[in-house]
């Protein structure tokens, strides 16, 4: 089964971060495989021995399986025991020594991309600390999924073909003012870099050189140009109008402009927009 690469790698980075916000000292997750109701289990954290490495989880068997199953979080007080759960993975989870599981789904658009984890060797409820902090965390990991969609989307959209100056250019404006605002969400380095590089492609050579723009003149000057009040460039960018208005002055005292049309307008004459 080929897991979800993405998703992988995401779980990957989430397992410390939950270890720390549930008390939990074992923690592991896995993702979906595309078009299969199969979670494979491949990353661990806090474990003793390698018994659920690579361990295959059906969606409705299992703890991990009724998770995906039902879509939300789901705890059992001591895993051998319990009657809310099927079996089929006793073994492997007895060889580890868990005891009191949970597991939550991660949800994206609809769609189970992969589950988290956590256990103690001990059997006992799971209080709301342990619960909440795993819930967290699956959240943080299906934000950070639903970006990296977002940016695959914009830069699958933008490579069939490079528009022709002039050609549905309020199309190109407005793609790359949303992947500038993209960028600055994206944890990956190269996945930003290559939203950046985009970014690039759709603005015309510079003709003329003027002082270069700071990253956040240049975002906020991106959704002026599309016609954005300060209220809403500051909704799109997590900035404060008063901030978005700093920014914007700066970009027209360097692009030597007087109002907000001149500064497009110099922009785009300089070639930083499209």
């Known amino acids: ?28 997750g896995g993702a979906v495989g595309p078009g299969a109701a199969q979670i494979r289990i491949s990353e661990l954290s806090g474990t003793a021995t390698a ?13 991990g399986g009724r998770a995906v199953a039902l879509g939300r979080a789901c ?25 009191s599981v949970l597991a939550v789904p991660l949800v994206v658009g609809h769609r189970v991309r992969g589950v988290l984890y956590g256990a103690l060797r001990t059997a006992q409820p799971l209080g709301d600390r342990a619960l909440g902090g795993a819930v967290a965390a699956a959240r943080e990991v299906e934000r950070a ?22 050609a549905g250019q309020e199309h190109v404006r407005e793609a790359h003012a949303a992947l500038r605002a993209l960028a600055p969400r994206i944890a990956d380095p190269e996945l930003r870099a290559e939203l950046l590089a985009a970014c690039a492609l759709l603005t015309a050579p510079a003709p003329q050189a ?14 002026v140009a599309t016609g954005a009040t300060n209220a809403a460039v500051g909704d799109r960018l997590g900035l404060r109008p008063e901030t978005v208005k700093g920014y914007l002055r700066a970009a027209m005292r360097k692009l030597g402009a007087h109002t907000r049309g001149e500064a497009v307008t110099a922009a785009r004459r300089a070639g930083v927009l499209p």
Request: aromatic share 4%; glycine share 8%; no cysteine.
């Open 1 to 28: 089964m080929a897991a979800d690469a993405v998703a992988t790698a995401e779980i990957r980075g989430a397992l410390a971060g939950l270890r720390r916000a549930t008390g939990l000292p074992v923690a592991f």
């Open 51 to 63: 018994a659920l490495r690579s361990l295959v989880v059906t969606s409705g068997t299992g703890l």
């Open 75 to 99: 705890a059992v007080p001591d895993y051998s025991s319990s009657r809310r759960i099927s079996h089929e993975y006793d073994a492997p989870v007895a060889a580890e020594g868990l005891r």
């Open 145 to 166: 999924l639903a970006v990296r969609d977002e940016a695959r989307g914009l830069l699958a959209a933008l490579r069939p073909a490079v528009p022709e100056p002039g």
């Open 210 to 223: 003027h002082p270069a723009l700071a990253p956040r003149e240049l975002d906020v000057l991106t959704w």
